[in-house]
């Protein structure tokens, strides 16, 4: 641990801060914070102004020659947009960045004072134990459920099954056990997420270890990894947030690491999955106010879904059904093209052109997820019978959402609809 003072320009806001998850860069996560709680902002702006310094310095780790806040995020972009207003995300936060940096007593610091944590397992030991009180944003802001959320998730922390404890159990039991001793914490983070499991061939359910595949296949690409992680071939910094761990998988998968379809265990109970499969789907809360019931759903939040994550966090903890029908029913319509679209962006299947209206892409798109044998063809059925107009989930609805002035949706018919679709939903955001 040190403590330095830092140039302003060198420090960046963190885009895969737990407050929202992850985004494409730091001028994206400043517009969040402002849209997560800008009161809490303009309160802490004001304080600092009044007080003329930071009296708790940001925790940051270095990346290449700048350093990434960890924690802290919320008082350095206040001073960033003190020294550079226009910076703000609207023309309103424009002025009154303006006009608190003219209150401003003295010299305006260009530098501040920040602890310097180079070990990232130590970053989020730290964060784990931090957050307590808020007094209206000028102390601490406290991690709601949702954040807490995206913390757990991300870093492995606080889960109740151990995972690399797990792994290490069973590749002792078939003498596979790497060499040199395994970072447990780095290989929970890797595995933090029940997607990345599941293409390792393997799932945690109700606290308990399943193979989804062939055990020796499971066992070899989890050598593999353990393989990587002790000998320092992969470490903490590149799989630090959700999109460098997709990467590191998809290389393994490049490599024909990963268990394939035909490494799936025969006979095997109905349950069980071939890699890279869906996921159970999540119990269903007998009931609920929100579209979307506030479990999880296993979906592997990249930057670039950063639009799709936001939609998916109003429909699952902010808008209610019974008083929010209209905003909800537009939003899933919206959130359904975005899955759509992510799914063809990364699938580039070549029989989808980009004049084919909604429902073709969602056939076309149900046809792929069976041939992967990710759905079966019960389910896939569904989407062919969703191009007759008389159907509760059809295309037709989808559209009248948007277009028609009649079209008034129940909360019943909008649970029912994401009941349906769900799944659909997240294998087009997990592709």
Not at 231 to 246: G, Q, R, S
Not at 264 to 293: D, E, F, G, M, V
Request: charged fraction near 30%; aromatic fraction near 8%; glycine fraction near 4%.
């Amino acid at each position: 641990m040190s403590y330095k003072n830092l140039d302003l320009d060198d420090l960046i806001v963190n885009p895969a801060n737990d407050r929202h998850g992850e985004l494409e860069n730091e001028t994206a996560a400043i517009a969040r914070l402002f849209a997560l709680r800008e009161s809490h902002m303009r309160n802490l702006t004001r304080d600092l102004v009044a007080q003329g310094e930071v009296f708790e310095p940001p925790l940051v780790y270095p990346e290449g020659d700048k350093f990434v806040v960890a924690d802290g995020n919320r008082r350095t972009t206040c001073l960033k947009l003190l020294a550079r207003p226009n910076r703000a995300p609207t023309v309103e936060l424009q002025n009154f960045y303006r006009e608190q940096r003219r209150a401003w007593v003295g010299e305006f610091p260009t530098k501040l004072q920040c602890r310097v944590e180079a070990n990232r397992d130590r970053v989020d030991e730290i964060l784990f134990r931090r957050h307590t009180g808020t007094q209206s944003g000028v102390g601490q802001s406290t991690w709601d459920d949702r954040m807490k959320s995206n913390f757990v998730i991300r870093t492995g922390k606080g889960t109740t099954t151990n995972v690399a404890d797990e792994i290490e159990s069973r590749l002792s039991q078939a003498t596979m056990a790497p060499g040199n001793k395994i970072p447990r914490s780095t290989l929970n983070r890797l595995l933090s997420a029940e997607p990345l499991r599941n293409r390792l061939g393997f799932s945690i359910k109700r606290g308990k270890f399943e193979y989804l595949c062939d055990k020796d296949a499971v066992h070899r690409a989890l050598l593999r990894v353990t393989e990587d992680l002790s000998l320092k071939k992969v470490t903490l910094n590149d799989l630090w947030n959700a999109e460098k761990k997709v990467r590191y998988i998809d290389r393994l998968d490049a490599e024909g690491v990963l268990p394939s379809i035909s490494d799936t265990q025969l006979p095997a109970p109905k349950h069980h999955r071939a890699a890279r499969s869906k996921p159970s789907a999540p119990p269903r809360p007998a009931i609920r106010s929100t579209l979307i019931p506030q479990i999880d759903y296993g979906v592997i939040w990249t930057p670039q879904l950063h639009r799709a994550r936001a939609i998916w966090e109003e429909l699952q903890f902010r808008l209610e059904c019974s008083r929010h029908p209209n905003a909800i029913s537009v939003l899933l319509r919206v959130l359904i093209e975005l899955s759509i679209e992510n799914y063809l962006h990364v699938q580039k299947m070549p029989n989808v052109f980009e004049n084919d209206k909604l429902g073709t892409k969602i056939v076309k798109i149900s046809e792929h997820l069976h041939e992967a044998k990710k759905i079966d063809a019960k389910y896939k059925s569904i989407f062919r019978k969703a191009q007759n107009h008389e159907q509760l989930i059809s295309t037709d609805t989808l559209n009248r959402y948007i277009h028609s002035p009649q079209f008034s949706p129940s909360p019943e018919h909008l649970k029912a609809f994401w009941d349906t679709w769900a799944q659909f939903i997240v294998l087009c955001l997990n592709a």
